[in-house]
């Protein structure tokens, strides 16, 4: 008995890849998981863009350009197992159409995201003052804005812990409502993170926070390293890392420090002997360059990606090795 070839082009290509797969058997296979956690790391987005599109439309159209390249690139990449987005979402003050922006931009990526707050996601009013400088809100407008961060990405809490593979992920945000620094936890957020930390002594810890840790980059422009460029408070921090040595890196963004500078990745990035901090570029650039970090079982590795090159930056690579007692 004749069969009649099946009408429906989509029928027809079934029933070819079942032969194919037929023909093959274990040659067509589902790959082996590649052995480890990819986190891709993007840090100040300064959503749409802290460059003004009336006073400056062609550089603002290339850094918008790049924007939507980096989204392309990171969605070709099959092996991402999240995205985290180091603070300073919005572009200068945290307002609704910067949030509305963000929104949209972020929807653009498969990946799932992990957002934490930097101070331009929070610290600022809405509107700037006569000459056009932003005013910084007192506590009340603080925690509203923060209100609105936490309903535009649609979470229960500003911090909070993730665990992957052994590992244990921190992702803190600057939420102080009286500091007179840029970027200050608040006391209940070191409460909470020294509790984590001690409640996980056994398991190798990444922390993410907005800002780098004081003394991680060389004295390159007059504002690194000066109090409203790193983590604060700065001493209960020290304080918790000393006591805590399961800690091995942190990631931070902030300062806008390019993949070309040279303490991106140098010796000064060790804090205290022993944690390194991870720093990042921005996004809000022409030439956009983004960390990964790969969780292996028995190391991390870092590389750096240029975007605009579409290619790794193979001499910033670095492979950092569990704490002693991990190994």
Sequence with gaps: MLLSAPRKPHIVAALLFFCLCLLAGPALAAPEPPGYYRIVLL???????????????????????????????????????????LGDIAASRGTADEYACATAYFAKFRAPRVFITGNHDYLYLDEPDRNG?????????????????????????????????????????????????????????LRWLATELKNNPAAPTIIFCHAP????????????????????????????????????????????????NPSFAAAVNLYAG????????????????????????????VKTFSHKKGAWVEELERTFSLPPQHR
Excluded: C
């Design 43 to 85: 840090a100040d987005p300064h959503l749409p863009s802290k460059v003004s599109r009336a006073a400056e439309p062609a550089r603002y159209d290339k850094i918008a350009a790049a924007k939507n390249k980096l989204v392309e690139d990171i969605n070709a990449w099959g092996d991402v197992g999240e995205i985290v987005v």
């Design 133 to 189: 400088r932003s005013v910084r809100g007192d506590a009340e407008a603080r925690a509203d804005k923060l209100r609105r961060f936490r309903e535009t990405f649609g979470l229960p809490e500003l911090y909070r812990s993730q665990k992957i593979g052994g590992y244990l992920l921190i992702f803190l945000s600057v939420d102080s409502l009286d500091s007179p620094y840029l970027t200050q936890l608040s006391d209940r957020q």
């Design 213 to 260: 840790l004081a003394g991680t980059l060389s004295q390159y422009n007059k504002s690194v390293n000066t109090p409203n460029r790193v983590a604060q408070p700065e001493q209960p921090l020290a304080a918790i890392i000393a006591a805590n040595p399961q800690i091995m890196l942190w990631v931070s963004g902030h300062t806008h420090t390019p993949a070309d």
């Design 274 to 301: 022993r944690v390194a901090n991870i720093h990042n570029a921005d996004l809000d650039r022409e030439s956009i360059w983004t960390n990964s970090l790969y969780l292996y079982a028995d190391r991390v590795t």
